[in-house]
T-cell receptor, first 114, second 115 residues
Framework: AQSVTQLDSQVPVFEEAPVELRCNYS??????LFWYVQYPNQGLQLLLK??????LVKGINGFEAEFNKSQTSFHLRKPSVHISDTAEYFC????????????FGKGTKLSVKP | DTEVTQTPKHLVMGMTNKKSLKCEQH?????MYWYKQKAKKPPELMFV???????INESVPSRFSPECPNSSLLNLHLHALQPEDSALYLC??????????????FGDGTRLSIL
């Protein structure tokens, strides 16, 4: 069975500081990995995805993530955050099991303070 | 603006009411999904439609009844709901058949409150 672990439930950070949101997955088959962001009172927006190829993936809003197969990780990073990045971030994996089924982590609340 | 549109944005209903949630997309996607999200939790998959046919029902109670009248529309009919059904209901769509590597596009959800 596949699973996703987001190691931090909350990450407070000051504006313009770098941030890393951690995600580890477990899977016995090839995986496809996604990061989604959810702003208050909104749905989920795709930030970036890893399907194959380069392990460094660039997404929207200046975010990037690195797929590390040996460490089964897919951490999300941004070199300088803004107040507007305050949101809930979900790591998700698909692969195996139900077709098209996304397995979500529990989420990380990023709070950017001035 | 999201490309998946959900209506209504908010819904308050009693336990004996019948109501419907609607979802619409015009991206030509042929897979559509319903998720339930409780506060401070990740979304939980409820149903998947592929080419207007129900392909996955994640053991959802029968008081939730999905319907896909055409490739652009997805409904969720609600009847005799319980207070624990209060949640944010998200619709999503993806290209082609439900595929492991196709990202899903989400609507902003309907926030449902059961009195």
């Amino acid at each position: 069975a596949q699973s996703v672990t987001q190691l931090d439930s909350q990450v407070p950070v000051f504006e313009e500081a770098p941030v890393e949101l951690r995600c580890n997955y477990s899977s016995s088959v090839s995986v496809y990995l996604f990061w989604y962001v959810q702003y208050p009172n909104q749905g989920l927006q795709l930030l970036l995805k890893y399907l194959s190829g380069s392990t460094l993936v660039k997404g929207i809003n200046g975010f990037e993530a690195e797929f590390n197969k040996s460490q089964t990780s897919f951490h999300l990073r941004k070199p300088s955050v803004h107040i507007s990045d305050t949101a809930e971030y979900f790591c998700a994996v698909s692969g195996g099991g139900s077709q098209g089924n996304l397995i979500f982590g529990k989420g990380t609340k990023l709070s950017v303070k001035p | 603006d999201t490309e998946v549109t959900q209506t209504p944005k908010h819904l308050v209903m009693g336990m004996t009411n019948k109501k419907s949630l609607k979802c619409e997309q015009h991206m030509g996607h042929r897979a559509m999904y319903w998720y339930k999200q409780k506060a401070k939790k990740p979304p939980e998959l409820m149903f998947v439609y592929s080419y207007e046919k129900l392909s996955i029902n994640e053991s959802v109670p029968s008081r939730f009844s999905p319907e896909c009248p055409n490739s652009s529309l997805l409904n969720l009919h609600l009847h005799a709901l319980q207070p624990e059904d209060s949640a944010l209901y998200l619709c999503a769509s993806s290209r082609g058949q439900p595929s492991l590597n196709q990202p899903q596009h989400f609507g902003d959800g309907t926030r449902l409150s059961i009195l």
